[in-house]
């Protein structure tokens, strides 16, 4: 069996990627930054079943790029760092690419929510990093995560939106129009009225039984 075939293109390969580890040594970081942004391939994998969009989630940006960083000897870490703006609490991610040599950084912010439903304080706090790291990501490797405001039907359902925006802290049934001594109150009235009565905004169902266990 004649292997002079298969012992060319093997040398062939081995001569490729000696040239590619020589050139590597000689390009900046922001060359290699060019050459990742343009080779990653990161899909919107994930189903918002609310919003009814597509997404892609820090996760996903995060393994979409390794095999790049191991190519490109490249290195990445992100951390957080929590900021008081304004009385609101924010987290500011910062991601940061190095070679060894020289580095390249970016921040987002997201601010955290002051309750969220069947969510702990700390959960709140996990979920605003994640948002700000993901946009973060986004910034460096120019990740577009949104369609622009002109693409979005805003014309459609625009009380049922509004109402959705106010729902039991417990039991997250949307707060509804209602009248109460003759006097018409929205959804909003309603969610503010409750949130400044106990504390937190509960539905009729969900505020009468706080009574009954007090």
Do not use: W
Not at 34 to 54: D, M, R, S, V
Not at 114 to 135: D, I, L
């Amino acid at each position: 069996m004649d292997l002079s075939k298969y012992n060319n293109e093997f040398a062939f390969e081995s001569e490729k990627s000696t040239s590619f580890e020589q050139n590597l040594e000689k390009i900046t970081l922001l060359q290699k930054l060019i050459c990742i942004q343009a080779e990653l391939k990161c899909p919107k994998n994930q189903f918002n079943k609310f919003g009814e969009f597509y997404y892609r989630s820090c996760e996903d940006i995060l393994e979409g790029i390794k095999p790049l960083l191991a190519k490109y000897e490249c290195a990445l870490t992100i951390s957080d760092e929590i900021k008081e703006i304004g009385g609101r609490i924010y987290v500011e991610a910062t991601v940061s690419l190095f070679d060894g040599t020289d580095i390249q950084c970016t921040r987002a912010l997201a601010r955290e929510e002051e309750s969220r439903p069947k969510m702990s304080v700390s959960q709140c706090t996990g979920s605003a990093s994640s948002y700000a790291r993901k946009y973060a990501l986004n910034g460096l490797f120019v990740l577009d995560d949104v369609k622009d405001a002109d693409h979005m039907d805003n014309s459609v359902k625009t009380r049922n939106n509004a109402s959705e925006e106010y729902v039991c802290e417990k039991c997250e049934k949307p707060f509804e129009d209602f009248t109460h001594n003759e006097k018409k109150y929205t959804a909003k009235d309603g969610y503010e009225i409750s949130k400044r009565k106990n504390g937190i905004a509960l539905c009729f169902s969900c505020a009468k039984e706080l009574k009954k266990s007090e």
